[in-house]
């Protein structure tokens, strides 16, 4: 079966700060997606990337950046000289190949980024 | 709007009752997916729609909650004689599945249901 875990319940930071969102995942399959997820106080669940279980490059958008790596199942999120804008829920989420595809999500990290 | 819509956006009703949730997908996906997310489970799957295809129910939590999707376009979540545990947040989804994996589900803003 498959797993996403996120250990980090919630993470406190001043603005401007660097932070690292942990999230391990579990799975059988050789080929499969891992995904993140922005959750602000809105609700409404904002994709922020995708990554296949073939390309283990890290991943660099402005202040985000991921590290995936297979030899320890993680695909963590850093966000470098955080904002107040970045406070928010946090979610990896693993999807297999074929089939529904459905979502598996980790338990989120709720980030607060103080002023 | 080009998004996923869902309504209401809120909804409060009392125990036993029945209600219906609505999902308007992205124009052109064809795949569609509802979940719930709740204080004690997280998110988690409910179904999943493709085209034509025999739906994926195998998260329905009882024979309460059913779906439909009608002209491959919106859908209908239903859950009949609602209990206080299905107070939750519940989410849509679409995709376009164009058959290589992995493709990006794009959230709906989600209707917040209580049952009192």
């Known amino acids: 079966a498959q797993k996403v875990t996120q250990a980090q319940t919630e993470i406190s930071v001043v603005e401007k700060e660097d932070v690292t969102l942990d999230c391990v995942y579990e799975?059988?399959?050789?080929?499969?997606?891992l995904f993140w997820y922005k959750q602000p106080p809105s609700g409404e669940l904002v994709f922020l990337i995708r990554?296949?279980?073939?390309?283990?490059q890290n991943e660099i958008s402005g202040r985000y950046s991921w590290n995936f790596q297979k030899s320890t199942s993680s695909f963590n999120f850093t966000i470098t000289a955080s904002q107040v804008v970045d406070s928010a829920v946090y979610f990896c989420?693993?999807?297999?190949?074929?089939?529904?595809?459905?979502?598996?999500f980790g338990q989120g990290t709720r980030l607060t980024i103080n002023p | 709007g080009a998004g996923v819509s869902q309504s209401p956006s809120n909804k409060v009703t009392e125990k036993g009752k029945d209600v219906e949730l609505r999902c308007d997908p992205i124009?052109?996906?064809?795949?569609l997916y509802w979940y719930r997310q709740s204080l004690g489970q997280g998110l988690e799957f409910l179904i999943y729609?493709?085209?034509?295809?025999?739906?994926?129910k195998s998260g329905l939590p009882s024979d309460r909650f059913s779906a439909e999707r009608t002209g491959g376009s919106v859908s209908t979540l239903t859950i009949q004689r609602t209990q206080q545990e299905d107070s939750a947040v519940y989410l849509c989804?679409?995709?376009?599945?164009?058959?290589?994996?992995?493709?990006?589900?794009?959230f709906g803003p989600g209707t917040r249901l209580t049952v009192l």
């Open positions: 989804a679409s995709t376009i599945l164009g058959g290589g994996g992995g493709d990006t589900q794009y």
């Open positions: 799975t059988r399959d050789t080929t499969y997606y």
């Open positions: 990554r296949n279980s073939f390309d283990e």
């Open positions: 989420a693993l999807s297999e190949y074929g089939g529904a595809q459905k979502l598996v």
């Open positions: 124009s052109g996906h064809t795949a």
């Open positions: 729609f493709q085209g034509n295809s025999a739906p994926d």
